[in-house]
């Protein structure tokens, strides 16, 4: 408003009414005959509807229109036209300076000329009358609540008045039912051809940040944010609401608001509400019906009263209640009694649905009846479901499996013979829960688990149970005091279970053969996976034998047999198939793509990886699908399809990617379009948490390699390279490779310094280089690894003073076939060998190729670094005609879409919505163009846009 502060997330808004109140002030001489123009503002309560209008009629008047605000106080209450009359009558009031207004309006807008009767024809008489000589604006507030006269004028007016107006009607869509009586009117005014209708949304999560910051005077925390997001769903009254008053579940400012529907349901629909209050805001009609002990006629007809009056909503198949808040005022008005009876309504039907259906159907189930169990004061019976869900979700590769066992824990020590009733101890319960966090990053919640397990292992009778207990033990990394050393856990683990065949007995032979991965022993992790896979099969065990033959998988490709790890993982997933480990089949599928992306065989690889994409996505299986998703996002940083691969990346966040893994495709992608410092902010958040072992994750190293050398940081080069081999590979060809290419890398760019890189880091490369000439193969030799072995073989005759161009020829041949950004590097490497000895036709031709490919995919660096090679060699690069190069040129493809917009006036919101990605997104691509144009402000870089595109 006039003065104050400005909306909230509401840009895109304000600037269409920008445009009407302009177009309207413009009055066109002739006014433009067609009809009146009127905005329709339809948003739920609380959702800014009243405080938009306000803004809108601040902005007119100081655009010099005279404007007034008419409310609707109450259906079918009240004086006829009395909102119309309100509004008209601030117009004239606002007028009354003016010299030469007719005073006809005013006469008409009298108490005396409303009574005598033709009113309608007289207020739209008053209204043309009143914008005859200056455009005016009318506000009418609320006509959910209007008599039948005022939607008659609205109406009316936009089918018949040509004056230059704007008329600005607000309504209510979660009250507008289908017997509502103003329903007709609005549908009408919607689809008059003089009305824009604008749905107000609820705010986005920055826009509530930004909210709790102006209420509070402080930001809110994330966890803070978290839940009034959940609770609110942006509804800034709902929020400010809940921040305002954090000690209530339903502030009672609102409690009267949302439940004013439910008043008006018969007894029995509201008795079916309070029921579905304690389901959730998303009901299960089957469950739900099955919980009420109605009939399907009955259910059905109490449903359709509580959808017609807005108390459910559905969204296709998908039903619920209105809003999060209205489910909790519900449930807030339960007697204690009621509310235990209603969950164990639930807990009786839930019983019967936890043994049926996939692992899926079975988690969800045992998770529901979990939290209606422990609602209804049975807490057994929520114990035995929290771990009968934390079974299921593993099996389904659901990643809250944890926090089942967890919650079964808690239960613990409040159940009688807790042991007794789930069938399991309290350490095998411990050792689940730490298992299902191993590969999610919660190092401390897992030791804690651990600490548990190991703790309470001297209550298990069961030598197997003991077995199982000590082989999650043996898959843990670094304990303190305390815990068994990884060995020794998985040496006591294999001696408990090896009396005979067993699954225990296979799966702790598993965790021996990991270990032997983690110490770079890969011939004997074979033969234990070997040997866990012939134990797994002896004893028919589709589950111990999935897991055990995808590590041999992982194991073959570690030591260069591609194929047959390849092979490994096709055999692992059939045999997760047919266990209906849905969720488990679907990660090593993604791991099955990343093996063949890697052996060459891209487009096959990134089929696989959409397919179990959109799989995982169906079963709800939000990792598996990311997990998928990230496959092909490598490759389109490879292929240089950077702005693909932004839109990629922010649609994978936005269904819930694991903040980590992101980070690293994140630092990739930033690398690739040259924003070096991002990269490094988002590298060095990876590197201190010590997210992933440099040793186990070559991709890491070569990313960090490189990030240092474009910085020009060769001491951080240097360094990298170096601890990498610190854990040498004389086993695995493949892990060699890369360690060569990163040091030769490195100590390439040392060389051109005074920098003094560690004795023993020049034979340690050579060593590695030596083991992956050593088992070379036609298996591998054209993979990834091959190429980075390629890379290694160049720069190491580069150090040696060798004549390079034949390899790097050789390693540019391999590298295109992965992309053309992978392939930059290098080209840039061939280019400038063969212009140092002597070979400058092809060293031109090849550098002004570097720049080209860099300059069309937005690779940065790549390109200012062939520019700079390119003045130095004396090399001339291709310009367009009768044109230098443009201050564009620095921006990437999708910072000139972000620019094209911006040159708009678009916000970054409004960005956000057009190119499908995040409003932090938009606004790093925002800062990142006022930096590379060297501009202050939107404004200068929309000159700069202009003046290129006039140029």
């Known amino acids: 408003m006039s003065g104050g502060e400005p909306l909230i997330g509401r840009e895109p808004e304000l600037a269409l009414t920008d445009r009407l109140l302009k177009s309207v002030a413009g009055k066109p001489e002739p006014w433009d005959p067609s009809q009146a123009r009127a905005l329709l503002v339809v948003g739920d309560a609380g959702v800014g509807k009243t405080t938009l209008a306000h803004a809108i009629l601040d902005h007119a008047l100081r655009l010099g229109l005279a404007g007034g605000v008419g409310h609707c106080l109450d259906l079918a209450t009240g004086t006829a036209f009395a909102p119309v009359t309100e509004a008209l009558r601030q117009v004239v009031a606002s007028r009354s300076h003016l010299p030469g207004l007719d005073a006809t309006a005013a006469q008409w807008l009298s108490p005396d000329a409303i009574a005598e009767g033709n009113v309608l024809e007289r207020l739209l008489g008053a209204t043309a009358e009143l914008a005859r000589e200056q455009a005016i604006v009318v506000v009418i507030e609320d006509l959910h609540w209007s008599d039948r006269s005022t939607r008659d004028y609205v109406v009316a007016l936009v089918r018949t008045s040509r004056a230059p107006m704007l008329l600005v009607v607000t309504t209510r869509s979660d009250d507008l039912t289908a017997e509502?009586?103003?329903?007709?009117?609005?549908?009408?005014?919607?689809?008059?051809?003089?009305?824009?209708?604008?749905a107000l949304e609820p705010l986005t999560e920055a826009g509530v940040a930004e909210l709790g910051r102006r209420r509070l005077g402080r930001p809110l925390s994330a966890a803070e944010l978290d839940t009034i997001m959940a609770r609110s769903r942006g509804?800034?009254?709902?929020?400010?609401?809940?921040?305002?008053?954090?000690?209530?579940?339903?502030?009672?400012?609102?409690?009267?608001?949302l439940l004013r529907h439910v008043v008006g349901l018969s007894a029995p629909a509201a008795a079916l509400v309070r029921l579905a209050s304690v389901g959730g805001a998303v009901l299960d009609l089957d469950l739900l019906r099955d919980a009420s002990g109605l009939d399907t006629t009955r259910f059905e007809a109490l449903t359709r009263e509580a959808l017609a009056a807005n108390v459910f909503t559905r969204h296709g198949d998908q039903f619920a209640f209105r809003h999060a808040l209205l489910r909790e005022a519900v449930e807030d008005g339960l007697l204690?009694?009621?509310r235990v009876a209603l969950h164990r309504a639930f807990v009786d039907i839930l019983r019967e649905r936890t043994e049926v259906g996939s692992a899926a159907v079975r988690w969800r189930a045992n998770a529901a009846l979990a939290v209606h169990a422990a609602a209804a004061d049975d807490q057994g019976t929520a114990l035995l479901a929290h771990i009968n869900a934390g079974r299921a979700a593993q099996r389904s590769g659901a990643s809250e499996a944890g926090d089942h066992f967890e919650s079964a824990l808690a239960l613990w020590p409040d159940v009688p013979d807790a042991s007794q009733l789930a069938g399991i101890s309290e350490a095998e319960v411990a050792a689940l829960a730490a298992e299902s966090l191993l590969t999610f990053f919660q190092a401390e919640r897992v030791e804690g688990l651990l600490r548990r397990a190991v703790d309470r292992l001297d209550s298990v009778d069961n030598p197997l149970a003991a077995s199982r207990v000590l082989t999650v033990v043996a898959h843990g990394r670094h304990?303190?005091?305390?815990?068994?050393?990884?060995?020794?856990a998985v040496e006591r683990s294999i001696a408990l279970a090896s009396d005979q065949p067993s699954v225990e007995l296979s799966r702790a032979l598993k965790a021996k053969a990991l270990l032997h991965v983690r110490g770079h022993e890969f011939s004997r992790a074979l033969i234990a996976a070997n040997e866990a896979v012939e134990i797994a099969q002896r004893v028919e065990s589709l589950s111990a034998e999935y897991d055990a033959r995808f590590l041999a998988g992982t194991v073959l490709s570690c030591l260069g047999r591609l194929s047959a790890g390849n092979l490994a993982f096709r055999s692992s997933i059939a045999l997760a198939q047919r266990?209906?480990?849905?969720?488990?089949?679907l990660v090593i599928q993604g791991e099955l793509a990343w093996g063949l992306i890697c052996s060459g065989h891209i487009e096959e690889g990134c089929a696989l990886a959409r397919q179990g994409e959109s799989a995982a996505y169906r079963e709800g299986l939000l990792r598996a699908a990311t997990f998928n998703g990230e496959q092909e996002l490598a490759v389109l940083i490879w292929q240089g399809r950077l702005a693909e691969a932004r839109q990629?990346?922010?649609?994978?966040?936005?269904?819930g990617y694991d903040e980590n893994r992101s980070r690293w495709f994140e630092a990739d992608l930033l690398l690739a379009e040259g924003e070096l410092e991002a990269a490094l902010a988002i590298e060095e958040l990876t590197i201190q948490a010590d997210l992933r072992a440099p040793q186990s994750d070559p991709d890491d190293t070569v990313r960090r390699v490189e990030l240092f050398e474009q910085l020009g940081d060769v001491a951080r080069e240097v360094d990298t390279a170096h601890r990498q081999l610190l854990s040498p590979e004389p086993e695995s060809p493949t892990s060699a490779a890369v360690q060569a290419r990163c040091a030769f890398q490195a100590l390439s760019a040392a060389a051109h310094t005074t920098y003094t890189v560690p004795e023993d880091l020049p034979q340690s490369a050579a060593d590695a280089l030596a083991v992956a000439r050593r088992f070379l193969t036609d298996d591998w030799a054209q993979s990834w690894y091959g190429a980075q072995h390629a890379a290694a073989e160049a720069y190491a005759a580069q150090l040696e003073g060798r004549p390079a161009i034949d390899s790097w020829t050789h390693a540019v041949e391999l590298a295109a076939h992965y992309g053309a950004f992978f392939a930059l590097r290098p080209q840039l490497e061939l280019s400038l060998e063969e212009l140092r000895h002597g070979k400058r036709d092809a060293g031109k031709e090849h550098l002004v190729a570097v720049w080209r490919s860099a300059q069309s995919m937005g690779a940065r660096w790549f390109s200012q670094r062939a520019a700079t090679e390119a003045r130095r060699h004396r090399v001339s690069l291709p310009a367009g005609p009768g044109h230098g190069p443009s201050?564009?040129?620095?921006?990437?493809?999708?910072?000139?879409?972000?620019?094209?917009?911006?040159?708009?006036?678009?916000?970054?919101?409004a960005i956000a919505r057009t190119l499908f990605i995040s409003e932090r997104t938009a606004a790093l691509h925002v800062s990142s163009i006022l930096a590379k144009l060297d501009v202050t402000n939107r404004g200068e870089a929309a000159a700069v846009a202009r003046r290129t595109t006039d140029a």
């Open 180 to 198: 509502h009586p103003g329903r007709s009117a609005i549908s009408e005014l919607s689809l008059s051809a003089g009305t824009t209708r604008l």
């Open 235 to 257: 509804n800034p009254l709902y929020a400010e609401e809940i921040m305002t008053a954090p000690g209530e579940r339903v502030p009672s400012s609102l409690r009267d608001l």
């Open 336 to 338: 204690p009694s009621e």
């Open 479 to 488: 304990h303190g005091g305390g815990l068994l050393d990884p060995w020794t």
């Open 579 to 585: 266990a209906q480990a849905t969720g488990s089949a």
């Open 648 to 655: 990629r990346l922010d649609g994978l966040v936005r269904a």
């Open 887 to 909: 201050p564009l040129d620095r921006l990437t493809p999708r910072e000139r879409d972000v620019l094209e917009l911006l040159a708009q006036g678009a916000t970054n919101r």
